[in-house]
């Protein structure tokens, strides 16, 4: 659907995002959202040949720097804004789609604005949110609901914190965007026994910041919300809504494979009161869980950029989190979100995986605002090409990991060939324990 804003076609904008995953899906959505409403779209991510760079919405893509420096990424955009437009004073709206990528953009901004069009945000305010630990601290000085979070400093102050919340508990490192690539490290992961805790404390030095640990609130049907939002340079957050996790990756516990716009009266009070509190500018994406036991929606994550699936909350006029920051950044104003409860947004390639794992719905049956229209992450009818890129790399994906599981399974049977084998038992002892 084309737009009836006013966007100022003018200002191109540059998505930028440092993670190295090929198939993140928000980077296609984000240039789909502006490059539809005729805004021109380039981007720094990981490879030059990401299923994103088939999009037609895409006019050029460089790879990222060779380090997560901020330096280095704000010379290249610097760089890039030269050569998409003519004029060194015109501006270029950077959009940040990774935490990472958020915080190098907030270092540098002093020294990127006003070439680049950037929200008021700094690094300190951002870590506050988006490091894991400072979350936890930030949650517990507002009173807002947060499950029971520990910070041990030693593997024996692990386990004992461990076996103090209660097994199985989840470890997550604090900032999950300095853990090294291809080092088995994940951002989050359940732990179910003291053994476990103690190994993955121990990698402490390897992940490059602290581990914590926190209760785990059971999931279950209908608990997993998200609340995305923008809130503009009056602090006014006249874009922003809720939507019901139907179907994750991994599954239970991950990123939104399937989600529906649905609307949930208390965590959006309770997003906006956040916002509000922590005066807080640009787009948001943050996930709640439910406590059926307490009756409180716990904050699990804030990431201060886009989420992966914003494009769920995309009003009947096209208007999103995306587009309402290039109207606000250009001057113009930013219309209120026109709600459309029912609309669905599915991942294919997790979806598919979730609904391998497990076949049963994880939802109750929609209650308001009828089925609404489905989009998907990475078909789309004007814009085909992503989505065979995309599925010709996960297949290439699902190879190497399958191949990869055999290789190690085939070295844990076959035998070592340092230990001799046993000798044979001669046969008259070998007749005489048969006959015993």
Request: net charge positive; hydrophobic share 40%.
């Amino acid at each position: 659907m084309l737009s009836h804003q006013p966007f100022d076609t003018s200002v191109p904008t540059v998505l930028v995002r440092l993670d190295r995953n090929p198939f993140h899906h928000g980077t296609l959505g984000a240039a789909r959202s502006l490059g539809r409403a005729g805004i021109p779209v380039h981007a720094v991510i990981e490879s030059s040949s990401s299923p994103v760079t088939r999009s037609r919405y895409v006019s050029s893509a460089r790879a990222r720097p060779g380090s997560d420096s901020a330096a280095e990424l704000s010379a290249l955009l610097t760089r890039v804004a030269d050569e998409i437009t003519d004029d060194p004073s015109h501006p270029v709206l950077a959009v940040p789609l990774d935490d990472v990528s958020a915080l190098a953009l907030a270092r540098r901004r002093a020294g990127l604005v006003p070439r680049f069009l950037l929200p008021a945000q700094t690094e300190e305010q951002l870590l506050r949110v988006a490091d894991k630990a400072e979350l936890a601290e930030t949650c517990a000085g507002l009173g807002l609901p947060h499950p029971r979070t520990e910070l041990p400093g030693g593997a024996d102050e692990a386990a004992a914190m461990a076996w103090s919340l209660g097994l199985p508990v989840v470890a997550k490192w604090s900032r999950p965007w300095l853990l090294p690539g291809g080092g088995g490290l994940r951002s989050t992961t359940i732990v179910r026994s003291l053994a476990e805790v103690r190994e993955l404390y121990a990698r402490t030095p390897e992940a490059g910041s602290r581990l914590l640990l926190q209760e785990m609130l059971p999931d279950g049907r209908d608990l997993d919300w998200f609340f995305h939002g923008y809130v503009d340079a009056a602090g006014r957050c006249s874009t922003g809504a809720t939507g019901r996790k139907e179907r994750s990756w991994p599954d239970g516990a991950g990123l939104t494979a399937s989600g529906r716009w649905t609307r949930n009266p208390t965590v959006e009070r309770t997003a906006r009161d956040l916002l509000a509190a922590l005066d807080y500018r640009g787009v948001c994406d943050l996930d709640f869980r439910l406590n059926r036991a307490t009756g409180a929606y716990h904050l699990l994550d804030f990431n201060p950029r886009p989420g992966a699936q914003f494009r769920l909350f995309t009003d009947p006029d096209g208007l999103d989190v995306v587009r309402a920051l290039h109207l606000d950044l250009t001057g113009r104003p930013v219309p209120a979100h026109a709600p459309v409860p029912g609309r669905r947004f599915v991942v294919e390639n997790y979806a598919a995986l979730s609904l391998l794992v497990s076949p049963r719905r994880r939802y109750a049956p929609e209650r308001e605002g009828g089925r609404g229209r489905t989009e998907c992450a990475w078909f789309a009818a004007d814009d085909p090409a992503p989505a065979l890129s995309m599925g010709r790399a996960w297949l290439a994906h699902l190879l190497r990991k399958a191949l990869g599981r055999l290789r190690r399974a085939v070295r844990v049977r076959r035998p070592d060939p340092a230990v001799a084998p046993a000798p044979p038992r001669p046969r008259a002892a070998a007749d005489q324990l048969t006959r015993r």
